[in-house]
């Protein structure tokens, strides 16, 4: 049984997800339970969209100073 395996969601998927929560939030039709339900989970998802870009600029800034350093010892 494979249910317990959380299967991690894209940078892009999660970027959907807010633009979803978006336009239901902007309706009228929720009611305050449901809007701050989807409000927390908006942040949860903006928490972790944060942390992917901030990984991701580790990551190049680790790659170009590596790049520097090649170029200064040739």
Known sequence: DWSYI?????FEERMSNLETIKKELEKDDLSLDDAVKKFEDGMKISR???EILESAEK???ILLEG???DFVQS
């Not at 959380?6 to 894209?10: D, I, L």
């Open 6 to 10: 959380m299967v991690e969601k894209s």
């Open 48 to 50: 972790e969209c944060r």
């Open 59 to 61: 990551k190049i800034t």
């Open 67 to 69: 790049e520097e350093k």
